[in-house]
């Protein structure tokens, strides 16, 4: 596959750069903007099909192992994704790979509403999974870089970023319930909720191209930021990725265990007998805190340049699983969301804030897509592992404990990471 060295051209984003590069001056718009790279990559192509599990296993005769291992095979897809990261950054630079990664996701979404054959959805997922680990990456470098430019407010700006996966759920909170109700009667309805995530997409896709061209008009202005793909070397010094040994092994249960969570919790809660309404409600919440969560832990994350906040941060994600196996309380089931969404994406920002605290800036596309990698392999094994122990004797709440107790591993892993001597 070969790249374009601009992405897409045309009068429509000709003139909303333009208006775009008068307030690209702003970081807490480009932040903002930016954002729409996780709502893409995690938002709606990763996390939307724990909604769309339900009607799907229903329809298509699942046992929770194989529902699980979409999901898996969306994160096979991310790992190599995550692999072959730096040799494409260093031939076509991030802001093109994250424009490209974002048009592909989409194609990959719409593709899914196409087949009902497993093993085609399974492909479809993991295509889904390669496309967005270049958004996703592509996308924290830039933020990364723009809070290198804004050291006082890195830490926030790096949580807006993050903390757009949460439009994503947001939005596929709001729109793919009233599909599926519309499409109730159609054979397999939940195919036009896979294409209205992918028009989402699309249009987050634009406001991304948009971005990216304001970015390039305004970093030539610039003599101290290079444009060009050579702004992704590493530098002579090789990366200390195993001196962060006890962080990516924290990370890799962070990914294994919260995965569990975004999955199932849905099926959990239908079982327990919420409403298509609560589930809306539920989901629309999670979202709304994940956006919340920037400014929440920002001040975390410009603090420590240890293990501490992925510690602290993975602990409390392992008490808001364990909260709906608990109680079947619809208030506890709330309580739920609202702390997982306020806490699992600043894990992912604790990890780039790691990173940018310790290496130097050349290096820091090297050690995010290490930490990617760690977080990929975490994916692979969490949704399969749920899958089938729901589908054992104790359903889905043993799943979601095992979820809990992989999440306090991690947490205990974490906090042994000490920060990095910098390189003088």
């Known amino acids: 596959m070969t790249f374009s060295s601009?992405?897409?051209?045309?009068?429509?984003?000709?003139?909303?750069?333009?208006?775009?590069?008068?307030?690209?001056?702003?970081?807490?718009?480009?932040?903002?903007?930016?954002?729409?790279?996780?709502?893409?990559?995690?938002?709606?192509?990763?996390f939307a099909y724990g909604l769309l599990l339900p009607p799907m296993r229903a329809d298509l005769g699942w046992s929770y192992a194989l529902a699980g291992g979409m999901n898996t095979a969306n994160a096979f897809g991310y790992l190599m994704g995550a692999l072959v990261m730096p040799a494409l950054m260093r031939r076509v630079g991030p802001k093109r790979l994250l424009v490209w990664g974002a048009v592909l996701a989409s194609i990959f979404m719409a593709a899914s509403g196409f087949v009902e054959a497993a093993?085609?959805?399974?492909?479809?997922?993991?295509?889904?999974?390669?496309?967005?680990?270049?958004?996703?990456?592509?996308?924290?470098?830039?933020?990364?870089?723009?809070?290198?430019?804004?050291?006082?407010?890195?830490?926030?700006?790096?949580?807006?970023?993050?903390?757009?996966?949460?439009?994503?759920?947001?939005?596929?909170?709001?729109?793919?319930?009233?599909?599926?109700?519309?499409?109730?009667?159609?054979?397999?309805?939940?195919?036009?909720?896979?294409?209205?995530?992918?028009?989402?997409?699309?249009?987050?896709?634009?406001?991304?191209?948009?971005?990216?061209?304001?970015?390039?008009?305004?970093?030539?202005?610039?003599?101290?930021?290079?444009?060009?793909?050579?702004?992704?070397r590493v530098g002579p010094r090789p990366v200390p990725v195993r001196r962060f040994g006890w962080a990516l092994g924290g990370y890799t249960f962070f990914g294994a265990g919260y995965i569990g969570y975004m999955t199932f919790?849905?099926?959990?809660?239908?079982?327990?007998?919420?409403?298509?309404?609560?589930?809306?409600?539920?989901?629309?919440?999670?979202?709304?805190?994940?956006?919340?969560?920037?400014?929440?832990?920002?001040?975390?994350?410009?603090?420590?340049?240890?293990?501490?906040?992925?510690?602290?941060?993975?602990?409390?994600?392992?008490?808001?699983?364990?909260?709906?196996?608990?109680?079947?309380?619809?208030?506890?089931?709330?309580?739920?969301?609202?702390?997982?969404?306020?806490?699992?994406?600043?894990v992912v920002a604790s990890t780039t804030a790691l990173v940018r605290h310790n290496l130097p800036e050349a290096q820091w596309a090297t050690g995010i897509s290490a930490f990617t990698i760690a977080f990929a392999l975490g994916q692979i094994v969490g949704p399969t592992v749920a899958g089938w122990i729901s589908d054992g004797s104790g359903g889905l709440a043993r799943g979601l404990v095992v979820s809990a107790i992989t999440l306090w591993i991690g947490a205990a892993l974490a906090s042994k990471q000490k920060p990095l001597a910098m390189p003088t």
Not at 24 to 32: C, D, F, I, K, T
């Open 265 to 346: 919790v849905i099926a959990l809660l239908r079982e327990q007998g919420a409403s298509a309404g609560g589930v809306t409600l539920f989901y629309s919440l999670l979202g709304v805190a994940c956006v919340a969560s920037s400014r929440l832990w920002a001040g975390l994350l410009d603090r420590y340049r240890d293990g501490r906040p992925q510690a602290l941060l993975n602990t409390l994600l392992g008490i808001a699983t364990l909260l709906p196996v608990l109680s079947t309380s619809w208030p506890v089931a709330v309580a739920s969301g609202v702390l997982f969404g306020a806490v699992f994406l600043s």
């Open 6 to 46: 601009k992405p897409p051209d045309t009068p429509a984003l000709a003139a909303l750069s333009s208006a775009a590069s008068r307030s690209v001056r702003s970081p807490l718009r480009m932040a903002l903007a930016l954002s729409m790279g996780a709502a893409v990559s995690l938002g709606i192509t990763r």
């Open 119 to 232: 093993p085609a959805l399974l492909l479809q997922r993991w295509l889904a999974g390669v496309a967005s680990a270049w958004v996703f990456v592509a996308g924290g470098l830039l933020a990364a870089r723009l809070g290198a430019e804004h050291p006082t407010r890195a830490g926030l700006l790096l949580g807006i970023y993050y903390g757009g996966t949460g439009f994503g759920i947001l939005l596929s909170a709001l729109l793919v319930p009233p599909v599926l109700h519309a499409a109730a009667g159609v054979p397999h309805g939940w195919a036009w909720a896979w294409w209205m995530l992918a028009a989402v997409s699309a249009v987050a896709t634009m406001v991304l191209a948009v971005t990216v061209r304001a970015l390039d008009r305004n970093t030539a202005r610039r003599t101290t930021v290079p444009t060009n793909t050579a702004e992704v």
